[in-house]
């Protein structure tokens, strides 16, 4: 793990950054990104994205307090999605960056489906998790838990 800053100083959050609209269109679509690149890659979704969880520097966003970050194929995952989706767009919307999606879209551009898909999924069947592990955290593929 290394700094993210100059001088010993950590870069400053996205809330305590001050960006011209160029620089809030580049972070936004960065974030957009990235959100996916996390979901699709990595199989995780942050949990607690907001502009107080991403740093900006030298014109480049950077997550921080991924560790809490969940996987996919947790029950909470398109919940924690959908908040990550609104906190972002909430934010952008408050700088007035144009073009920005509404969360619900946001939220089917990294996911592949929509909110209420999402949510009839996990009504579907409440009492079986698939969990599907990263690659990055174990071999094991497909394994079902069922809930206590």
């Keep these: 793990m290394s700094l993210i800053g100059e001088d010993d100083k950590p870069a400053n959050t996205l809330k305590e950054s ?3 609209e160029e620089e809030r269109i580049l972070a936004y679509n960065q974030i957009n990104k990235m959100m996916k690149r996390l979901y699709k890659e990595a199989r995780l979704v942050h949990g607690d994205l907001s502009e107080y969880n991403i740093l ?3 014109n480049q966003c950077y997550f921080i307090d991924v560790t809490q970050s969940v996987d996919i194929g947790d029950q909470l ?3 924690l999605l959908q ?3 609104e906190n972002i767009t909430d934010f952008f ?3 007035r960056v144009p073009g920005i999606l509404l969360p619900e879209d946001l939220f089917r551009t990294i996911s592949g489906v929509d909110v209420e898909e999402a949510e009839m999924l996990l009504k579907k069947d ?3 998790v698939t969990y599907v592990p990263s690659p990055m955290t174990s071999p094991v593929k497909n394994v079902e838990r069922r809930k206590s």
Aim: proline content about 0%; overall charge positive.
């Design 18 to 20: 001050v960006l011209n």
């Design 56 to 58: 900006w520097h030298q």
């Design 77 to 79: 995952a398109y919940q």
């Design 83 to 85: 908040r990550d989706c």
């Design 93 to 95: 919307n408050k700088l």
């Design 126 to 128: 409440s009492s079986v």
